[in-house]
Each structure stands twice: as structure tokens, then as C-alpha cells.
Nanobody
Framework: QVQLVESGGGLVQAGGSLRLSCAAS????????MGWFRQAPGKEREFVAT????????YYADSVKGRFTISRDNAKNTVYLQMNNLKPEDTAVYYC????????????WGQGTQVTVSS
């Protein structure tokens, strides 16, 4: 199991940018695929982006493609989500997650960080 702690959320105007960070404990971080998800009030949690263990492969939800970038630094046990051109509909609690095994879902979740985009 790995502990995940998100940070970097906040209040930003539409069109602005934020960078979320997710710090992971443990020596196995570099072997895990990592993902970002979000949950808006009254809505189900939805997938945002994922990155493989090496950082060489990424995948995005259509709603954020071209605006968000997921990256990781295995030396720092950290995964990032750079969010540009933010829209009010991006307002949500953002969670990072770790997948121990490819294709078997996410095993560990952080507590989330709030992102609020004002119009």
C-alpha cells in the first residue's frame, strides 16, 4: 500500500492555471501507474488522466485533452497534473490514485484537493 497526499488546489478564475501535486510514500511508487480523477458536487467521480510507470505513456479524458498534462518524477515520488485554460466545469475535488497492476483498477487513493474555477 502507498499513501498519497494531494496538494495545489485552490480558487482560480476561468482561463487560469493550477498545478496539482500528489506525493507518494513507499519505495514501489515508480512501479505503479498513476491516475487523476475528479468529483464535482452531485456527480460521480470521473477519470481525468493516467500515466504509466515510466511516464512514457499518458491518456486523457476528452474533456481535458489539450488543456491538462499529467507527468511524474519517480525520483521525488510525485505525480503532477498541470491544468491550463481552466473552465468553471473543471470545479471538483481532485484525487490521485495508484494502480498496482495494469488493467486491474486503482488500489490506493489520496484524500483529494479542491479546485474551484470562477467564471
Amino acid at each position: 500500500q502507498v499513501q498519497l497526499v494531494e496538494s495545489g488546489g485552490g480558487l482560480v478564475q476561468a482561463g487560469g492555471s493550477l498545478r496539482l501535486s500528489c506525493a507518494a510514500s513507499g519505495r514501489t511508487f515508480s512501479t505503479y501507474a498513476m491516475g487523476w480523477f475528479r468529483q464535482a458536487p452531485g456527480k460521480e467521480r470521473e477519470f481525468v488522466a493516467t500515466i504509466n510507470w515510466s511516464g512514457g505513456s499518458t491518456y486523457y479524458a476528452d474533456s481535458v485533452k489539450g488543456r491538462f498534462t499529467i507527468s511524474r518524477d519517480n525520483a521525488k515520488n510525485t505525480v503532477y497534473l498541470q491544468m491550463n485554460n481552466l473552465k468553471p466545469e473543471d470545479t471538483a475535488v481532485y484525487y490521485c490514485a495508484a494502480a498496482h497492476h495494469v488493467g486491474k483498477g486503482y488500489d490506493d487513493w489520496g484524500q483529494g484537493t479542491q479546485v474551484t474555477v470562477s467564471s
